[in-house]
């Protein structure tokens, strides 16, 4: 919103959406309607009828209410609008419950009954503010959590990244087909107590239902309870607060409903309306950590805290898969999930919840419109909300200055937020460990949040992540292609043509030219690679379609460019593919559309032979290579026959060398002097096959399927390298650019 050369997308208005006429004529009849719009493909978080503009979250496009005629400004003066909660009368503040403002005189009633009408129309249809001259919404829950609700520093603060927070929790309580949040957080920011008044919000205004709270253990699920969700009850003004049964402080249930002891003869003779007595049933409590905590039960609201530390043996996806169900009705969703943490390590319960947020991904759904989690993720990046860096207009000074800025909570900021993190990272170089931990508690990438510990990895950590960063950094989405081959008119062994696809299997980072495209060579009726002196792949593959309980191991294929003299990047991983498509053929046939495309062989373990068998069967032995490491000659019947090379000791640990050797010339900063590209960085693109590195394991290779396939390329191209001086290119992208965003991968035109 503000940042040019920065991650400028994490809330982007769309202005062609729907006209301007179109929105001002079904605004004016109030034709929108809050929730899911399937036409639109948009969730509508309005719900007046109106809908001032679309914005775009993470993938989801949100309907947000038209402006109204009055907007609050603090002042006239654009330098001093800002937020700033409303002092709360002393003429009300004594009134703590409605039985004592029902004994009030009717005049001081009637004086009232506005403002306490207008409170509950921003609790429900959220707010307005002059910010620095900017006409500024927030949602009602997030008007609830800066006005209403006591945090431990007193009233929050207003951040941007906040409001970001709440507009995009609104749709998902709008979406019909959600069932929450998934929130990738760094620390401090504010999650605890959001969640906590969300659940005030809601519990105060539902009747007959039930709000839970779950939390990496059961102590800190109390806690979250006694310190925060208790105090903001108790803190709301009466018109909010409905009857309460029990201790005014409870240490387990928050129960709204009318105390038994309550109802006497008296009590209700002395009451000028038996409604006042009428209690919402409604309560809030707290669960020990478990695999099964609220099985059974049927929940408004779970508020599930610091979701990313769960430790064995206690599972957060095998909790979600028991409270999702708690959730719904059949196929209704009657309840969702506030979900919401930074993440351990991922093996102390970091590695579920990176699933479980993977899983939530809003563009990627099943046929009935859900995510594999039923929740949507989001990821809200440090700079955002970084305490100390936070300007009185909650918007977060990214930059150094150029003179100091005054903070949110008053003090001057004379350095950027980014410069403050960079330094951080600087001074835990020579700390692996530390540093990791530093990166999950402060992310800049959802990388950086579940970063592992270096303890136990065979490869170099540091050059691993400084690539990853790096892509990170450098707009990826730009740079790799995601999409599937075809055979031209459906036409087999004829040629192949690459299409855009938002769900292709496979991921590229550069296509060759036109002449080097489909260079297949035919002789006596066989085919042979006519690119093989520019490349190779390497491929694990598997032999069964499919596995009891689905999953199994994926197809793993990665293509590879070596030293050469064409036109064409040089030592860069240009393809990859991780999948398990329905059958095992379509996987087969996918290798042999990518191997025909670049004209390049593969290397292939031979212990799974089907697809060796399937390139001999369909032509294409020339292109299975032969084992690098023995002279055919040596070589027996049945690698003679069909090629490929076994999984020995031997072969493992040439396999991993291999690897290794490549990530420290090749991978991350160069540091090389020899190398003309001293000092840049490397062109491996592919983050999950940078990630399959950093954690594998040479003992247990089985699920390393990209670590077995990338590394059979490198050994591939090793062991036909022509000698000469070497000429490492930097980004060589022959290609046109495409955005993957949508159903339909788009051409980026050139501006």
Same mark, same amino acid.
């Given at each position: 919103m503000q940042r040019e050369d920065l991650n400028n997308d994490l809330c982007v208005v769309l202005k062609d959406f729907v006209s301007e006429k179109v929105l001002k004529a079904n605004s004016a009849r109030k034709l929108y309607?809050?929730? &899911?719009?399937?036409?639109?493909?948009?969730?509508?978080?309005?719900?007046?009828?109106?809908?001032?503009?679309?914005?775009?979250?993470?993938?989801?496009?949100?309907?947000?209410?038209?402006?109204?005629?009055? #907007?609050?400004?603090?002042?006239?003066?654009?330098?001093?609008?800002?937020?700033?909660?409303?002092? &709360?009368?002393? %003429?009300?503040?004594?009134?703590?419950?409605?039985?004592?403002?029902?004994?009030?005189?009717?005049?001081?009633?009637? /004086?009232?009954?506005?403002?306490?009408?207008?409170?509950?129309?921003?609790?429900?249809? *959220?707010?307005?503010?002059?910010?620095?001259?900017?006409?500024? &919404?927030?949602?009602?829950?997030?008007?609830?959590?800066?006005?209403?609700?006591? +945090?431990?520093?007193?009233?929050?603060?207003?951040?941007?990244?906040?409001?970001?927070?709440? +507009? &995009?929790?609104?749709?998902?309580?709008?979406?019909?087909?959600?069932?929450?949040?998934?929130?990738?957080?760094?620390?401090?920011?504010?999650?605890?107590?959001?969640?906590?008044?969300?659940?005030?919000?809601?519990?105060?205004?539902?009747?007959?239902?039930?709000?839970?709270?779950?939390?990496? %253990?059961?102590?800190?699920?109390?806690?979250?309870?006694?310190?925060?969700?208790?105090?903001?009850?108790?803190?709301?003004?009466?018109?909010?607060?409905?009857?309460?049964? *029990?201790?005014?402080?409870?240490? !387990?249930?928050?129960?709204?409903?009318?105390?038994? !002891?309550?109802?006497?003869?008296?009590? #209700?003779?002395?009451? /000028?309306?038996?409604?006042?007595?009428?209690?919402?049933?409604?309560?809030?409590?707290?669960?020990?950590?478990?695999?099964?905590?609220?099985?059974?039960?049927?929940?408004?609201?779970?508020?599930?805290?610091?979701?990313?530390?769960?430790?064995?043996?206690?599972?957060?996806?095998?909790?979600?898969?028991?409270?999702?169900?708690?959730?719904?009705?059949?196929?209704? #969703? #009657?309840?969702?999930?506030?979900?919401? !943490?930074?993440?351990?390590?991922?093996?102390?319960?970091?590695?579920?919840?990176?699933?479980?947020?993977?899983?939530?991904?809003?563009?990627?759904?099943?046929?009935?419109?859900?995510?594999? !989690?039923?929740?949507?993720?989001?990821?809200?990046?440090?700079?955002?909300?970084?305490?100390?860096? +936070?300007?009185?207009?909650?918007?977060?000074?990214?930059?150094?200055?150029?003179?100091?800025?005054? %903070? +949110?909570? *008053?003090?001057?900021?004379?350095?950027?937020?980014?410069?403050?993190?960079?330094?951080?990272?600087?001074?835990?170089?020579?700390?692996?460990?530390?540093?990791?931990?530093?990166?999950?508690?402060?992310?800049?990438?959802?990388?950086?949040?579940?970063?592992d510990e270096s303890k136990n990895t065979l490869f170099n950590l540091t050059k691993i992540y400084e690539q990853i960063d790096y892509n990170d950094s450098f707009a990826i989405k730009s740079t790799v292609t995601r999409g599937n081959f075809h055979w031209k008119g459906g036409q087999r062994d004829t040629e192949v043509i690459f299409s855009p696809e938002n769900k292709g299997r496979f991921f590229l980072s550069w296509i060759p030219s036109k002449s080097l495209i489909n260079n297949v060579i035919e002789k006596n009726g066989k085919k042979y690679p006519g690119n093989k002196h520019i490349g190779s792949f390497g491929g694990d593959s598997y032999d069964i379609s499919g596995v009891v309980g689905g999953g199994g191991s994926k197809g793993s294929v990665h293509g590879m460019t070596k030293f050469h003299m064409d036109d064409a990047p040089t030592n860069m991983f240009f393809l990859e593919y991780i999948s398990r498509p329905q059958t095992a053929e379509i996987f087969y046939e996918d290798v042999l559309m990518a191997l025909h495309f670049y004209g390049m062989p593969i290397l292939l373990e031979n212990n799974k032979p089907r697809l060796l068998y399937y390139l001999k069967e369909r032509g294409y032995r020339a292109f299975s290579l032969n084992r690098p490491d023995k002279h055919k000659n040596v070589l027996s019947k049945s690698e003679r026959e069909l090629g490929g090379i076994p999984s020995s000791t031997a072969v493992i640990s040439v396999h991993a060398e291999n690897i290794e050797s490549y990530i420290e010339g090749y991978v991350g900063v160069l540091r090389d002097e020899s190398n003309i590209d001293y000092g840049s960085c490397g062109n491996v693109f592919f983050n999950r096959t940078l990630l399959d590195w950093a954690n594998y394991d040479i003992t247990n290779r089985t699920k390393f399927d990209a670590t077995v396939s990338s590394g059979f390329a490198i050994m591939a191209n090793n062991s036909t390298r022509k000698s000469g001086e070497e000429k490492r290119n930097q980004i060589n992208l022959n290609f046109a650019r495409y955005s993957n965003k949508g159903f339909v991968s788009e051409i980026i035109r050139k501006i």
């Open positions: 309607q809050y929730g &899911y719009d399937k036409d639109l493909d948009a969730i509508i978080i309005s719900r007046d009828g109106t809908v001032g503009q679309f914005i775009s979250v993470n993938g989801l496009t949100i309907g947000l209410p038209g402006k109204p005629k009055k #907007i609050h400004r603090r002042s006239e003066k654009k330098a001093e609008q800002y937020w700033e909660a409303e002092a &709360y009368s002393k %003429s009300l503040k004594p009134i703590q419950t409605i039985f004592q403002w029902n004994e009030m005189n009717k005049e001081f009633k009637t /004086s009232w009954i506005p403002y306490i009408e207008e409170e509950f129309d921003r609790r429900d249809n *959220g707010f307005w503010f002059m910010n620095n001259g900017v006409q500024t &919404y927030i949602s009602g829950s997030h008007y609830m959590y800066l006005q209403w609700t006591k +945090i431990d520093i007193g009233k929050p603060e207003y951040r941007e990244s906040n409001r970001i927070f709440f +507009i &995009y929790w609104e749709a998902c309580k709008a979406d019909n087909r959600c069932y929450g949040m998934c929130y990738l957080k760094n620390r401090r920011s504010g999650f605890s107590f959001m969640s906590s008044a969300e659940t005030v919000n809601q519990a105060t205004i539902t009747s007959d239902a039930r709000f839970g709270i779950l939390s990496k %253990s059961g102590s800190d699920a109390k806690k979250m309870f006694t310190d925060k969700v208790v105090p903001i009850s108790v803190n709301y003004p009466f018109f909010f607060k409905p009857i309460q049964d *029990g201790m005014d402080r409870p240490k !387990s249930e928050l129960a709204y409903r009318v105390p038994a !002891s309550k109802l006497t003869r008296k009590s #209700i003779a002395i009451s /000028s309306n038996l409604t006042d007595l009428q209690g919402l049933d409604t309560t809030i409590d707290w669960k020990n950590t478990g695999d099964n905590s609220y099985d059974g039960e049927k929940l408004r609201l779970l508020v599930h805290d610091e979701s990313g530390k769960w430790e064995r043996p206690d599972n957060i996806l095998n909790n979600w898969r028991v409270t999702k169900t708690c959730l719904r009705l059949g196929s209704r #969703i #009657i309840g969702k999930c506030m979900m919401g !943490s930074t993440s351990n390590a991922l093996d102390k319960g970091g590695e579920n919840f990176k699933k479980l947020y993977y899983d939530s991904d809003p563009s990627t759904r099943n046929s009935n419109g859900q995510t594999k !989690s039923g929740m949507y993720n989001l990821f809200i990046p440090m700079e955002w909300n970084m305490e100390g860096f +936070i300007d009185k207009y909650g918007q977060s000074v990214f930059k150094k200055p150029e003179k100091p800025i005054l %903070s +949110i909570n *008053g003090e001057y900021i004379d350095q950027g937020v980014l410069e403050y993190w960079q330094n951080e990272v600087d001074s835990l170089k020579n700390d692996p460990d530390a540093l990791n931990e530093f990166y999950r508690q402060f992310p800049r990438t959802e990388s950086h949040a579940f970063r």
